[in-house]
T-cell receptor, first 109, second 115 residues
Framework: GQNIDQPTEMTATEGAIVQINCTYQ??????LFWYQQHAGEAPTFLSY??LDGLEEKGRFSSFLSRSKGYSYLLLKELQMKDSASYLC??????????WGAGTKLIIKP | GAVVSQHPSWVICKSGTSVKIECRSL??????MFWYRQFPKQSLMLMAT?????????EQGVEKDKFLINHASLTLSTLTVTSAHPEDSSFYIC???????????FGPGTRLTVT
């Protein structure tokens, strides 16, 4: 079956760095997405990785290892507004998104 | 990035009535749109894939006669919840991929409360 695993909840301190991990098992693979979702709002796109390696975009970076079925989202210089759920999703061979349950990130002052 | 809108943002209706939710791609054409449902503190659940000019594809366990989807144009898909019940109360979100790109852009969501 198809499966996405990510931690349920993480806590970090304002100004620090946090890494949110995601492992996936899908029928075929066409890329890995990270979305941010604040409570009561729709998800917003953060990143898309289809090749191995690290993609940096400002304070956020995303890493992919296709051979390991593994990705992480790295958030630097954490701000209170980064408190949200972070959703990992893999695109399978049918170009259907398989969603993880999301990681709730709590930022403390 | 691409913009997707939804209307209404929230709606309260009585049990047994029907509710229509619109999803529009504002600055691009979308031959495919996706409808999701999200219950509190749970992940997104794909309900159906809306295809312009053809029938929608429903996920297993989603009643196609209860959740009617119409994708009449390249910028508009509608989801009608028929004979709504309190258990249909949820956050309904649509998304669409822009052109040949893989990332999906989400509408702001519609919060449905059935009393």
């Amino acid at each position: 079956g198809q499966n996405i695993d990510q931690p349920t909840e993480m806590t970090a301190t304002e100004g620090a760095i946090v890494q949110i991990n995601c492992t996936y098992q899908t029928s075929g693979f066409n890329g890995l997405f990270w979305y941010q979702q604040h409570a009561g709002e729709a998800p917003t796109f953060l990143s898309y990785n289809v090749l191995d390696g690290l993609e940096e975009k400002g304070r956020f970076s995303s890493f992919l290892s296709r051979s390991k079925g593994y990705s992480y989202l790295l958030l630097k210089e954490l701000q209170m507004k980064d408190s949200a759920s972070y959703l990992c999703a893999a695109l399978d061979s049918n170009y259907q998104l398989i969603w993880g349950a999301g990681t709730k990130l709590i930022i403390k002052p | 990035g691409a913009v997707v809108s939804q209307h209404p943002s929230w709606v309260i209706c009585k049990s047994g009535t029907s509710v229509k939710i619109e999803c529009r791609s504002l600055d691009f054409q979308a031959t495919t749109m996706f409808w999701y449902r999200q219950f509190p503190k749970q992940s997104l659940m794909l309900m159906a894939t809306s295809n312009e000019g053809s029938k929608a594809t429903y996920e297993q366990g989603v009643e196609k006669d209860k959740f009617l989807i119409n994708h009449a144009s390249l910028t508009l898909s509608t989801l009608t919840v028929t004979s709504a019940h309190p258990e249909d109360s949820s956050f309904y979100i649509c998304s669409a991929p822009e052109g040949g790109r893989n990332e999906q852009y989400f509408g702001p969501g519609t919060r449905l409360t059935v009393t």
